[in-house]
């Protein structure tokens, strides 16, 4: 079965840089999410897209931005990149159950090294 | 604020043992999920919980969603280091387009 692509897999930036992370859902999938993970951290919540429009939003700072394109993939954009951005970037894609609730799948990460 | 409180934090156990993962939440929510996480990896889904009371069963692994949609517990049954790793909740309220996650516990079987 198709899973979350993610990539690339491992970025490596230095302070005050930009990285773009990119994210390819399931096929057939209507909502994406972006997490970031630091070490020994449950994942946060940063932002969601439903159908292509922002969905909801998390703790997400203002140097970050994202954006789900027609064909649904997703890229998370960091500006001015900073130390403490250095964790593992998760994203996920749900889909609806018959139940009205969602079930969500998550891709490997990008796990993000800021030097 | 944690809304999502899973207990414990951290358990190590010998194999064969049984045990429990609590999650526990003062919100009502529509469906729960439960994770399990290797290092470096991204969380793998095991079940879906969505009516109260349900109770779901994946092999040596029992699920299940309190009768009014704030809890959920994790049981397993003769643990084996394969199941070694962190155990997440993650709960989804209807009207919202995310999920709180708990706090973790970080299970360790000892063979």
């Known amino acids: 079965a198709a899973g979350v692509i993610q990539s690339p897999r491992h970025l490596i930036k230095e302070k005050r840089e930009t990285a773009t992370l990119k994210c390819y859902p399931i096929?057939?999938?209507?909502?994406v999410y972006w997490y970031q993970q630091g070490p020994g951290q449950d994942p946060q919540f940063l932002i969601s897209?439903?159908?292509?429009?922002?969905?909801d939003k998390g703790s997400i700072p203002d140097r970050f931005s994202a954006q789900q394109f027609s064909d649904y993939h997703s890229e998370l954009n960091m500006s001015s990149l900073e130390l403490g951005d250095s964790a593992l970037y998760f994203c996920?894609?749900?889909?609806?159950?018959?139940?009205?609730?969602?079930?969500?799948?998550f891709g490997p990460g990008t796990r993000l090294t800021v030097t | 604020t944690q809304l999502l409180e899973q207990s414990p934090q951290f358990l190590s156990i010998q194999e064969g043992e049984n045990l429990t993962v609590y999650c526990n939440s003062s919100s009502v929510f529509s469906s729960l999920q439960w994770y399990r996480q290797e290092p470096g990896e991204g969380p793998v889904l095991l079940v879906t919980v969505v009516t109260g009371g349900e109770v779901k069963k994946l092999k040596r692994l029992t699920f299940q969603f309190g009768d009014a949609r704030k809890d959920s517990s994790l049981h397993i049954t003769a643990a084996q280091p394969g199941d070694t790793g962190l155990y997440l909740c993650a709960g989804y309220r209807s009207g919202t387009y995310k999920y709180i996650f708990g706090t973790g516990t970080r299970l360790k079987v000892l063979a």
């Open positions: 096929p057939r999938h209507d909502t």
């Open positions: 897209f439903y159908e292509k429009m922002q969905s």
């Open positions: 996920a894609s749900s889909f609806l159950l018959g139940t009205g609730s969602y079930e969500q799948y």
